[in-house]
């Protein structure tokens, strides 16, 4: 097993680490569980101070770490900046929210015969996240941000591919202020996470990542009776109606398609055309992704970088033959260019049929499938004609037809004329096979604390209280 930093745009490998014995991870426990037991006892104004220091040391060190995660994984700079800002924001978030999202809920006491009843939300340990390359920084501040303020502590095993990203996510929380051991990364390979969950002081488990990965951590958490929340993979529809503003349909769905060089969950996968625009958006559509500029993902004027892995970028490659092979036309790309590194163009393929992969799989990279549809209900069907559930769009300026799409969509996520993204402010997650539970908002916070249930009785004594903002 590899734990190395390899920088995408040239095949080099610039660093490399050893795993951790399992000595290590066992003392790497044990300090998470101390850590535990001493923020249980903080106030929610002291964790929120500690967590907009992070939030400053994330906006005075931006280029920096930006550069680490361009290093690592072929983002570009510009949308690590962009990421770094984003995870400074949510910490910032977190921080003013937190005694809003734990206060105590007072409940209708003489519903069920008590002097006083209400629910309590409080943390319930160290909390493993298993977390992918794509988004190395952002994916694991959604998950620390709102498990740190509820008084949680965090044992980060990473993607074997951003080491470095993962150690300054560490060394972030530990500057900040937040006690020794409340936020560590452990540098173990998959074959670590059994034992790491397994452990009776690991309370619960996140993990973002492959639909294989969620099936392996929840099979574990299944045995050990440990809560788990999977944000996995998606194929997500992008829907465009006869209605729609075609020009910034056709804008939108190129940066949905190639954000993050089309490393994303949520990222717009399969463009769902009505047959009446079918062909002047594809037009557009291919001629904007065709404009896109590949090159040095440090060059601030490059619009896509190479994929992170070489095996990614083979997928890839081999998921367009596939539909080439079996009568796919290309519009656009199509070809895996012959340089050092792991690159892939914006690609645009359609008359795609059910036994090509495309049609099937998950696509991670810039290439974009687009359907020919004839009317709503071909739409639907086509848009949830998948095992996956995560994000959907739909363009339609018909306000009948953003009220079905609302509702029919099979989807954690609906944007409707617009791109999905994430935000602190709402909860985020899938259905079917893209997983379940929720990351952000309140919810998130929640999802990894033990809401507590107080009865208290009216025949003596005197009513404990509730508070807005409890030390635990």
Known sequence: MS?????PATGQVLKTYDPMSDEQIDAAIGRADGAFRQL????VDQRAGWMNAAADLLDAERDEIARIMTTEMGKTYASAKAEVTKCASAARFYAAHAAEFLADEPADAAAVNAGQAFVRHQPIGPVLAVMPWNFPLWQVLRFAAPALMAGNTGLLKHASNVPQTALLLEDLFRRAGFPEGAFTTLLVGSDAVDQILSDPRVRAATLTGSEGAGRSIAQIAGRELKKTVLELGGSDPFVVMPSADLDRAAEVATTARCQNNGQSC??????????????AFAEKFAANMAALRVGDPMDEGSDVGPLATERGRDEVNEQVRD???????VLVGGEQPSRD??????TVVTDLTPEMRMWREEVFGPVAGLYRVGSYEEAIEVANGTSYGLGSNAWTRDPQEQRRFATDLDAGNVFINGMTTSFPELPFGGVKNSGYGRELSAMGMREFCNTKTVWVGGDGGGAIGTAGAHAE
């Open 3 to 7: 734990i190395a930093t390899t920088n």
């Open 40 to 43: 249980r006892g903080t106030t």
């Open 266 to 279: 949520i990222a717009a996968k399969r463009f769902v055309v009505h047959a009446d625009v079918f062909d």
């Open 323 to 329: 539909a080439i092979d079996n009568g796919a036309t």
């Open 341 to 346: 590194g792991w690159w892939y163009p914006p």
